[in-house]
Each structure stands twice: as structure tokens, then as C-alpha cells.
């Protein structure tokens, strides 16, 4: 069993930054990979950026390469994701997310989520 909480979220104005923490208790495997998610109010959960648990290879959608970054430190069983240059339309609910033995680019292929955190970007 995985658990994922989340922290960090906030309100922030358009062009700020913020960072999300996701601390992850149970055990991951070499195959496993973490990442976030974010969902906007009527809209479906998308994919944001995930990184493989033991490896260092990252994966973000287009709407925020270049602006966000994950991060992970194996020692303190955390993922990090730094959200720069936010704008209004990055307002949502955060989601850490683990696949435990796949690659994590889709809401289905989560095995475990976190309660969710909201971060709200005003113009």
C-alpha cells in the first residue's frame, strides 16, 4: 500500500511561482513511477509531469514544459513539482499520483492518488 499527501498549494497571483510537496509512504518498486495531475473545475483530470522513481527521467505535458519542474529526493520519500510563470488557466486541483509499474501518463494507469491540493492562480 502507497500514500500520497500532498501540500503547498495556495493562491498565487498571475506570474508567480509555487511549490507542491508530495510525501509518499510504502514502498515503491524499480518499475514504479510518481507524478501529478491537475484537474479543473468542470473539466477532466490531465496529465501535468511524472518521474521515474529510480532514474531520473521526466515527462511533462506540453501546456507546461518549460515553466515546471519535478523533482524527487529518494531519501526523504518526496516529490516536488516547482510551478513557474503560473497563469490563471493552471488553476486546479493537484493530484500526486503513483503508476507502481507503469509509465503514469494517464489518470488510469494510477494505482494510487492523493487527496488533492488546490492551487489558484488570479490574473
Known amino acids: 500500500q502507497v500514500q500520497l499527501v500532498e501540500s503547498g498549494g495556495g493562491l498565487v497571483q498571475a506570474g508567480g511561482s509555487l511549490r507542491l510537496s508530495c510525501a509518499i509512504s510504502?514502498?515503491?518498486?524499480?518499475?514504479?513511477?510518481v507524478g501529478w495531475f491537475r484537474q479543473a473545475p468542470a473539466k477532466e483530470r490531465e496529465f501535468v509531469a511524472n518521474?521515474?522513481?529510480?532514474?531520473?527521467?521526466?515527462n511533462y505535458a506540453d501546456s507546461v514544459k518549460g515553466r515546471f519542474t519535478i523533482s524527487r529526493d529518494n531519501a526523504k520519500n518526496m516529490i516536488y513539482l516547482d510551478m513557474n510563470r503560473l497563469q490563471p488557466e493552471d488553476t486546479a486541483d493537484y493530484y500526486c499520483?503513483?503508476?507502481?509499474?507503469?509509465?503514469?501518463?494517464?489518470?488510469?494507469?494510477?494505482?494510487?492518488w492523493g487527496q488533492g491540493i488546490q492551487v489558484t492562480v488570479s490574473s
Open positions: 499520483a503513483a503508476d507502481v509499474r507503469g509509465p503514469l501518463t494517464t489518470p488510469r494507469q494510477s494505482d494510487y
Open positions: 518521474i521515474a522513481w529510480y532514474s531520473r527521467i521526466t
Open positions: 510504502g514502498r515503491l518498486l524499480s518499475t514504479s513511477t
